[in-house]
């Protein structure tokens, strides 16, 4: 009886998150804007609301090379600086060789709590893989690795807007990023403008700034 309990909650578990992701999916489709429909200007100047979101503590500490330093900006403080209690991501990118980020930042779709109360995803806190590098890069060459699919998971600009649906279907970290608990900053606008404004770049052409 146990093992058919256990058998039916995991294929519950599996259908949901299939499920989420054909949701995911439907809903980028409708994000989506003609090719050409957007022209090179109003493209730049959407990279340009993507580029504040990007480079912004909440988005950006995270993107760190491959010393896998994970980057802090404690609430009520506006510079960054190396993460605290010597946190160090590993070749893991979780911290699995000394303290995994999952000790604080534990996985939940529930709303966070106020700082200093860490920030919590719905997916396991994990540092963006190495080619993902956007602390300390300009909004060039973060526009650069952005749009070239060796670097930025093998997707093209449809790609890219789907990736921003799933991970919100899972109540990932990009829409957490508007989110992370009182006390601390949030990127400009809103989730919703990232996705508009992604969707604005990818059919401008992806244009990136000189």
């Known amino acids: 009886m146990q093992r058919t309990l256990i ?18 999916k439907d809903e980028a489709a409708k994000d989506l804007l003609p ?57 893991s990118r979780i911290g699995a060789e000394a303290i995994p980020c999952s000790t604080c930042h534990m996985t939940s779709t529930q709303a966070n709590e106020p700082a200093p109360s860490p920030p ?9 893989p190495v080619a993902f590098i956007w602390f300390g890069k300009s909004g060039a060459e973060i526009c650069a690795q952005m749009k070239d699919p060796k670097r930025n998971g093998g997707r093209d600009a449809a790609g890219l807007v789907g990736h921003l649906r799933h991970d919100a279907s899972l109540s990932g970290f990009i829409p957490r990023g508007w989110a992370p608990g009182a006390g601390r900053s949030t990127p400009p606008g809103t989730f919703e403008d990232h996705v508009k404004d992604m969707a604005m770049w990818g059919a401008a052409g992806q244009p990136c700034p000189n």
Do not use: F, Y
Not at 120 to 128: E, K, N, S
């Open 35 to 91: 090719p050409g429909s957007v022209s090179r200007a109003e493209g730049l100047a959407a990279w340009k609301r993507i580029e504040a979101v990007v480079t912004h503590p909440r988005c950006a500490n995270c993107h760190v090379d491959a010393k896998a330093i994970p980057i802090w900006t404690p609430a009520g403080e506006t510079k960054p600086r190396p993460h605290g209690m010597n946190i160090h991501g590993g070749e």
């Open 120 to 128: 919590r995803a719905g997916i396991d806190w994990q540092l963006a």
């Open 7 to 24: 058998a039916l909650v995991l294929a519950a578990s599996a259908v949901a998150a299939l499920t989420g992701i054909v949701a995911a």
